[in-house]
C-alpha cells in the first residue's frame, strides 16, 4: 500500500537564496559502512563521506551506483526549483531505507529493510526554491533510489527532471 502524508498549508519558497548562487544538480555525499545499517538512525551523516560528487537527477538503480555493492549510505542535498506554485506528490522509490524532507519537513518516510516499493507524501508549494534532503542506504539485494513527482499539471509520476535540482557553489 502507499502512504501518504497531506499538508495543508502551502510551503512559501525560500526567500534569502539568490538563484545565481546555485549550479545544477543535486550536492551527494555516499558513505561506505563497515556494518550493515537496518534503519538510518544506524548511520552517522555528519561524519566525513566517503565521496561527495553531483546527481544530476535522483534516480539510481544498481549499475548507477559504481561498485558500490552494500553497507553504504547517501546524502543528497540542494535545493527544488519548483516551477508552478501547486499542490506536489512526491515519491520515493528505494531499496533500502530513504526518507525525504522538504522545507525541513518529513515529507517521505520509508525507512528500513524492504524492497523497491514506493511511497508518497503531498506537500503544497510556493513556486521557487524549496531546500530539500534525502537520506539512504543500502544493506543487501537490490540497490534503487529514485525520487518521483506528480502534480495536477504534470499528471503521472515522472522522474523529478534535472532542471529542478540545484545546489550551492
Not at 545565481?20 to 544538480?25: I, V
Not at 538503480?61 to 547517501?74: H, K, Q, S, T
Not at 546524502?75 to 525525504?100: H, S
Amino acid at each position: 500500500p502507499v502512504r501518504a502524508v497531506a499538508v495543508e498549508n502551502t510551503n512559501r519558497a525560500a526567500q534569502n537564496i539568490n538563484g545565481d548562487d546555485l549550479l545544477p544538480g543535486a550536492f551527494a555525499k555516499i558513505y561506505v559502512l563497515d556494518y550493515q545499517p537496518a534503519v538510518l538512525a544506524d548511520i552517522k551523516f555528519n561524519q566525513k563521506p566517503t565521496f561527495t560528487g553531483i546527481f544530476q537527477t535522483v534516480a539510481l538503480a544498481d549499475a548507477e551506483f559504481e561498485g558500490l555493492e552494500n553497507n553504504f549510505a547517501v546524502e543528497v542535498t540542494g535545493y527544488l526549483n519548483i516551477p508552478k506554485t501547486n499542490n506536489y506528490v512526491f515519491r520515493l522509490l528505494c531499496d533500502d531505507g530513504a526518507m525525504l524532507w522538504i522545507d525541513d519537513k518529513l515529507t517521505v518516510e520509508y525507512d528500513g529493510l524492504h524492497g523497491a516499493d514506493p511511497r508518497d507524501g503531498e506537500l503544497s508549494l510556493e513556486a521557487g526554491l524549496h531546500p530539500f534532503k534525502i537520506q539512504y542506504f543500502q544493506a543487501g539485494g537490490g540497490k534503487v533510489l529514485r525520487l518521483e513527482w506528480s502534480s495536477p499539471d504534470i499528471g503521472e509520476f515522472q522522474t523529478v527532471p534535472a532542471t529542478v535540482f540545484k545546489h550551492a557553489k
